[in-house]
Nanobody, 127 residues
Framework: VQLQASGGGLVQAGGSLRLSCIAS????????MGWFRQSPGKEREFVAF????????YYADSVKGRFTISRDNAKNTGSLQMNTLKPEDTALYYC?????????????????????WGQGTLVTVSS
């Protein structure tokens, strides 16, 4: 499975962007999907997660209420709608996916638990 993230860009604070993650080379319908971001000099951090059935969605506290994660299994895609963007949201955003069973319930917050990654898409929010 290959993942390709897109949709990043330059936006003013308060604006919106929608990131997309397109999967190829196989179906991700039974994969959990996550979004992470990384700013210069910082570690990659969890942003949002959606389970394969869309039954579970989780968000980092810093984006809760502003970002919405979704997926379309029929189209083999995932999305991250980002509203009310802030300068501190500036980062390289990555989509990730994994289908394995995990031994603890918060596995989705840890980048090392994902086996498949897209390249990053840069989001820059100006003040």
């Amino acid at each position: 499975v290959q993942l390709q993230a897109s949709g990043g860009g330059l936006v003013q604070a308060g604006g919106s962007l929608r990131l997309s993650c397109i999967a190829s080379g196989g179906s991700i319908s039974n994969y959990g999907m996550g979004w992470f971001r990384q700013s210069p000099g910082k570690e990659r951090e969890f942003v949002a997660f959606i389970s394969w059935s869309e039954g579970r969605k989780y968000y980092a506290d810093s984006v809760k209420g502003r970002f919405t994660i979704s997926r379309d299994n029929a189209k083999n895609t995932g999305s991250l709608q980002m509203n009310t963007l802030k300068p501190e949201d500036t980062a390289l955003y990555y989509c990730a996916a994994d289908s394995r069973a995990h031994s603890y319930s918060t596995w989705y917050q840890r980048s090392r638990e994902y086996g498949y990654w897209g390249q990053g898409t840069l989001v820059t929010v100006s003040s």
